[in-house]
């Protein structure tokens, strides 16, 4: 179970990263993709950038921090996933020929995309 929250954990950091990572310095994007990306370990990207595992862990943990602070304060990965469920309720609506339900889905759809 552990291994699937840390799984859960890491797309959730790539689905921030791919939104609010051009807001994190040149040095934490660096870092950031070669853990994450490439797979690199701490010591690794330690001695790539000839900096200690300390100071790599503590720029990775910043860098979370940076990402998640955007995204409380943006929402614009939360208002991203409610958009997606919305369009395949409207999808499901549309198969089974409910004119109404598409109606109601698409107009909650417009309502959220102009912020409303």
Known sequence: ???????????????????YGS?????????????YYDDLSLGEIADNHQVSRAAVYDNLKRSTKALEKYEAKLQLLTTFGQIEAGLENAEACLDDDDVAGTKQQLQTLLRLVRGE
Do not use: C, I, P
């Not at 179970?1 to 939104?19: C, H, I, Q, T």
């Not at 807001?23 to 853990?35: A, C, V």
């Open 23 to 35: 807001l994190l310095t040149s040095g934490q994007q660096e870092y950031f993709e070669d853990y």
């Open 1 to 19: 179970m552990k291994k699937m929250d840390e799984l859960s954990k890491n797309e959730a950091l790539g689905d921030l990263y791919a939104l």
